[in-house]
Every structure is written in C-alpha cells, then in structure tokens.
C-alpha cells in the first residue's frame, strides 16, 4: 500500500465551477503538506503548502488539512481554462528532511 | 532568468549506452536532488545531495550515479541504459540546510525526457 493515495481522476468540469482534490496517507508522522501543479511539459511549481492540521487561503486556491482522518484537500474556486494542469500532493516528515512522499497526481482540465 | 536548469531537454538512445543529464541552480540553495516521474506522472525521489555530501540515496540501481562537483550542481550518469529508464527525470533544489527541517518547498526544472529503445 502507498504512503499517499491520491483521488486519481481525470477530473473535467466547466469553467467557473468549485474544484475539489484530494489525498489520503497513512504515514502520521507527516506534519507538512504541499500542493504542486505542473502544466504539460513542464516541472511542478509549488502552489501552497500547511503545517499540521488546518485550513490555508490564498487567493482562489484552499489547502485543508485534517490529520485526525489523514486526509488533505486542495479547493479551487472559479475555476479557470489556465488551472487546467496535473495537481500533486505532497507531504513530509518534521524529522526527515529533504524527502517529500508524492500522490500520483490527479489531471484536472477546466472547459471555457 | 531560470532558476533550476537541466539539459539535455531530450535524449533518445539505445539500450546498453551510457546518458547524462547535467543540473545547476542559480537560486542559492543547500540542497539538489533527483526525481524519476515516471508514465503515470509519479514522482519518486531518487538522490539528494546537501552542500555535495549525498543525503538520500533511494533504492536506485548502481547504473545511476549522481555526482556534485559543487552546491550549485547536480549531474546524473547513467549506464547501460535499460528499456525501464524511459521516464523524464527532474533535478528540483530546496532551502534545507542539513539537520534543520522544514516544508522541503522544491523548486524544479523542466524536465529531461529519456528515451530509451
């Protein structure tokens, strides 16, 4: 079984629509939670990342994490063509530094 | 001006042969590392180096050989090149000094696509 287990679509919606991605792990000593996204082609750029459980904004992107069910969340609000891209999810240990766990990553594409 | 450079963008090969690929940030970082992602776009680590030292070194064949000749650059050779190499292969470079943790916030290149027929 996987460390982390990501929702592993395609997912298609319209634009304009609430985008909801998702990860489950089963690791409990991850505390740090990261949000990539890589355009075709391209290498993954961080959008956000949380440390421990919670909630974090910034502009249409949410990162929520609940480690009591080890499952994180990415939401995206308005949705638009240009978010059409492939999501990772990652996550780390406080203690082990440098190594990241991926998701399989889930492709999202947003219809004008 | 990019941050994380990594050449070749492409190579296309035979089976048998030797490859490499060459990394070099401009971004001040501690820390390079290595990732194979490969058709099903996972990500795995394979090597990480922290100030040339290798720090991770993730259950890769002995073929694959990273090497550091400074904190600014990674490079990658790899031997006899087998039909399963195929996959494209990110250097990515991070703020982690050694012993200190934090988010492990990476930043990638672009990717060299390997081929391997």
């Known amino acids: 079984q996987k460390e982390v287990e990501q929702d592993p679509g395609p997912l298609s919606v319209p634009e304009g629509a609430i985008v909801s991605l998702n990860c489950t792990y089963s690791?409990?000593?991850?505390?740090?939670f990261m949000w990539y996204r890589q355009y075709s082609r391209k290498g993954p750029e961080l959008l956000m990342y949380t440390y421990s459980s919670g909630n974090k904004e910034d502009g249409r992107f949410t990162a929520q994490v609940d480690k009591s069910s080890k499952y994180i969340s990415l939401f995206i609000r308005d949705s638009q063509p240009s978010d059409s891209a492939t999501y990772l999810c990652?996550?780390?240990?406080?203690?082990?530094?440098?190594?990241?766990?991926f998701g399989d990553g889930t492709t999202l594409t947003v219809k004008p | 001006d990019t941050a994380v450079s990594q050449t070749p963008k492409y190579l296309v090969t035979q089976m048998g042969n030797d490859k490499s690929i060459k990394c070099e940030q401009n971004?001040?970082?501690?820390?390079m590392y290595w990732y194979k992602q490969d058709s099903k776009k996972f990500l795995k680590i394979m090597f990480s180096?922290?100030?040339?030292?290798?720090?991770i070194n993730e259950t890769v064949p002995n073929r694959f050989s990273p090497k550091s000749p400074d904190k600014a650059h990674l490079n990658l050779h790899i031997n006899s090149l087998e039909l399963g190499d195929s996959a494209v292969y990110f250097c990515?470079?991070?703020?982690?000094?050694?012993?200190?943790?934090?988010?492990?916030?990476?930043?990638f290149g672009a990717g060299s696509r390997l081929t391997v027929l």
């Open positions: 690791n409990s000593a991850f505390q740090y």
């Open positions: 180096y922290n100030n040339k030292e290798l720090i």
């Open positions: 971004l001040g970082h501690d820390t």
């Open positions: 990652a996550m780390k240990e406080m203690a082990n530094a440098g190594k990241s766990t």
């Open positions: 990515a470079s991070s703020q982690e000094s050694r012993g200190v943790s934090g988010a492990n916030v990476l930043t």
